[in-house]
């Protein structure tokens, strides 16, 4: 695993290059490949880490400097203490529900030793279409994604019943406006993930 201290931020105002060559990133993104959640055992990132991967996670398009997203971070007794809601919320919805099933939507959070939820916060009637703030927050997600894999984490992106319930989101603290994104479970994977059947790109040029 990488050592976190490497990892240099600019200050504003700092000359960047237009580009950075570094083969290695792309192979990285050439086999990127999600791991999932239920496989996932510690250890997770350390604080120092998980600063580090949302700082970089914040470092997408982002057309007028919205900032249209924010992190909410479940760790330690947190992925319990919100997973205590979700089998409240899922065993009053389904009243039928078996012990085993409340109880797997009880643990869902407890699957990895990181999760963190990507919130998506439009900012209405401004110039900046509301379409591309949603695209900079799903952007972020993607972000995280490949930041936890470069740090030698596994990770997967999911949004799940949960992502959309009503009561969670009052739960989590959501406002008015906000939707998530997803959730990014980190942890720690398996030696080896099977790659899956990829679609090829579907690619057309323009004529004219």
């Known amino acids: 695993m990488n050592d976190p201290e490497i990892t240099q931020f600019p200050a504003p105002g700092d000359q960047l290059p237009p580009c950075n060559p570094c083969e290695g990133t792309l192979t990285l993104l050439a086999r990127r490949r999600s791991t999932t959640a239920v496989t996932m055992t510690g250890p997770g990132p350390s604080q120092h880490?998980?600063?580090q991967l949302l700082r970089i996670a914040a470092?997408?398009?982002?057309?007028?400097?919205?900032?249209?997203?924010?992190?909410?971070v479940f760790d330690g007794d947190s992925r319990a203490r919100i997973g205590r809601e979700l089998g409240e919320v899922f065993a009053a919805a389904n009243p039928d529900a078996t012990a085993s099933q409340i109880e797997f939507e009880t643990n869902r959070f407890v699957r990895a030793p990181l999760v963190v939820a990507v919130i998506s916060r439009v900012i209405e009637r401004?110039?900046?279409?509301?379409?591309?703030?949603?695209?900079?927050?799903?952007?972020?997600?993607?972000?995280?994604?490949?930041a936890a894999s470069a740090?030698?984490?596994?990770?997967?992106?999911?949004?799940?019943?949960?992502?959309?319930?009503?009561?969670?989101?009052?739960?989590?603290?959501?406002?008015?406006?906000e939707r998530i994104a997803g959730f990014i479970y980190i942890g720690t994977?398996?030696?080896?993930?099977?790659?899956?059947?990829r679609p090829e790109p579907q690619i057309?040029?323009?004529n004219g």
């Not at 990770?155 to 406006?177: C, H, N, V």
């Not at 994977?189 to 059947?197: A, D, K």
């Open 126 to 146: 401004h110039k900046v279409p509301e379409w591309e703030q949603i695209l900079s927050a799903g952007a972020a997600c993607q972000n995280l994604l490949i």
């Open 49 to 51: 880490q998980i600063d």
């Open 189 to 197: 994977g398996p030696q080896e993930v099977q790659e899956r059947p």
């Open 204 to 206: 057309d040029r323009w």
């Open 151 to 177: 740090m030698g984490f596994a990770a997967q992106w999911l949004t799940e019943w949960y992502a959309f319930d009503p009561a969670i989101k009052d739960a989590m603290g959501l406002r008015s406006g």
């Open 59 to 72: 470092r997408v398009p982002d057309h007028g400097k919205l900032a249209p997203w924010r992190f909410l």
